[in-house]
């Protein structure tokens, strides 16, 4: 079993920044995968990023080049760092954690956090 509570949503102006946290405790850290999810009104949820225990990471094309997905394991946390946003990155945003190797892959993914909004205006 694994809580996750997100942290550092808000509102920011297009071609700011943001950096969202996601504190994990309950098993051990290490051997999950870690993802950011992000669920726009009105559509599905979507990847955004993942990055495994040791190693691979993944970007959605979306992303790529703006966000940084980073993980501290000493701390058990994971970090987005959100650079050049944009009005279409608005959505709430959702940390998750699965043991699969297919990082990118929603389904996999057993245990999710509340969400944080990240609002960006134009």
């Known amino acids: 079993q694994v809580h996750l509570v997100e942290s550092g949503g808000g509102l920011v102006q297009a071609g700011g920044s943001l950096r969202l946290s996601c504190v994990a405790s309950?098993?051990?850290?290490?051997?999950?995968?870690m993802g950011w999810f992000r669920q726009a009104l009105g559509k599905e949820r979507e990847f955004v990023a993942a990055?495994?225990?040791?190693?691979?990471?993944d970007y959605a094309d979306s992303v790529k080049g703006r966000f940084t997905i980073s993980r501290d394991n000493a701390k058990t946390t994971v970090y987005l760092q959100m650079n050049s946003l944009k009005v279409e990155d608005t959505a709430v945003y959702y940390c998750?954690?699965?043991?699969?190797?297919?990082?990118?892959?929603?389904?996999?993914?057993?245990?999710w956090g509340q969400g944080t909004q990240v609002t960006v205006s134009s």
């Open positions: 998750a954690a699965g043991l699969s190797f297919r990082i990118s892959h929603i389904d996999e993914y057993a245990y």
């Open positions: 309950g098993d051990t850290f290490n051997a999950y995968a």
């Open positions: 990055k495994a225990g040791i190693g691979t990471t």
